[in-house]
């Protein structure tokens, strides 16, 4: 190995003139697999981004899921300011190790995140899609509040509504005896009458 390294160095020192062509493989197989390191990088890094810079992640199991369903769902996540992200297993764990407390989630199949500033957001509109298209999105688990949690625990997240439905049903709530009490003396008013 050392020989074949000092020759991709040094292209001369394989004197054979049959070995030139080796050589050049050797040595594009060489630049490849680097290549190939520096974009596993690159990925990782991009990664460990998309986890530091956002609230929530959502593990998602994409099996068997269409082109053009796996379209729509990325154009609603992108017009609710989610980002979704499809990566390779082991790339998502080296980018996962010491990013949140606990035990990584078993990451079954193929697997994207959705991750967004919001910390509900990611996790409830992966839920509203997998609600339409029943058998080919999984929730697999997330980070939530700097821990690593499973499935069930992320679906129960993904059922809390959005703040402005809690601010309605909020404001329903305090308008409710109100809107009694007026009707109450309304028609108090009217048996008067």
Known sequence: MVQIFLSLKNPEVLTPSRSKPLQKVIFLNFLLIMLQKSKKEEMIKELEGAIKGSESLVFVN???????????????LRDQG????????????????????????????????A???????????????QKTHKGVLNILGGIFEGKFVGGEKMTEIAMIPS??????????????????????????AKSKN
């Open 163 to 188: 703040r402005e439905v809690l601010y309605a049903q909020f404001v329903n709530l305090i308008n409710s005896p109100i809107q009694r009490l007026a009707v109450v003396l309304d028609q108090i």
């Open 82 to 113: 989610i980002k979704y992200k499809v990566g390779r297993k082991t790339l998502l764990k080296r980018a996962l190790t010491g990013k949140a407390t606990g035990e990584i989630p078993e990451l079954a199949g193929e697997v994207a995140i």
């Open 62 to 76: 994409f099996h068997g899921l269409k082109v053009s369903d796996e379209t729509t769902l990325r154009r609603n």
């Open 115 to 129: 991750y967004s500033k919001d910390p509900i957001a990611g996790a409830r509109e992966i839920f509203n899609f």
